[in-house]
């Protein structure tokens, strides 16, 4: 599969089916991969457990799709087809959110962290992108150099954030 567009879109469905077959509430799996306007930071995407229900959303600082629900495969699909393989990284590393999610959550905050909580965070940051490489292999992703571009980004921004001293 070497058309980003089916790629993406068939990632996009995967994903919200395993999604919602994760879910303590069985509902449709529509919703639980969606975009969302964030302003542009550390994450460019998030996975979290709401009340027993998976959701991964995809950040964007502007330009959100008229269809927030759907893969937008005009804008930026390769970046975004990335940002949501290792979203489901995490996912597939952490099925039921109960590993890190407390340490992403203080992080996020900006409370401080000591050593095996941000320990925690890099590996599962290291987890995530292992699992990602291995979604986008299996699709047949071929532009290797923009993933790995985007992971050294995102991995790196994680290293500084966490070097940070909090106050």
Sequence with gaps: MSDIATLFTALWGQTEQDLARASVRPRL????VA????FVGLEAGS?????GAPRIQLYRSGNLPDDVERPDLVTQPA????IL???RGHFIS???GDRSQSAYASFREGI???????TAIFEEE???WHNARLVLKRLGWTDWASFEAMQWRLLHGYSEGLAQPRE
């Design 47 to 51: 996975y979290e457990w709401n009340a």
């Design 79 to 82: 970046d975004d087809a990335c």
């Design 35 to 38: 975009y969302r306007f964030h």
């Design 29 to 32: 799996s529509k919703g639980t």
């Design 94 to 96: 952490d099925p039921i």
């Design 85 to 87: 393989a290792y979203e």
């Design 112 to 118: 401080p962290l000591a050593l095996p909580q941000k």
């Design 126 to 128: 290291r987890r995530a």
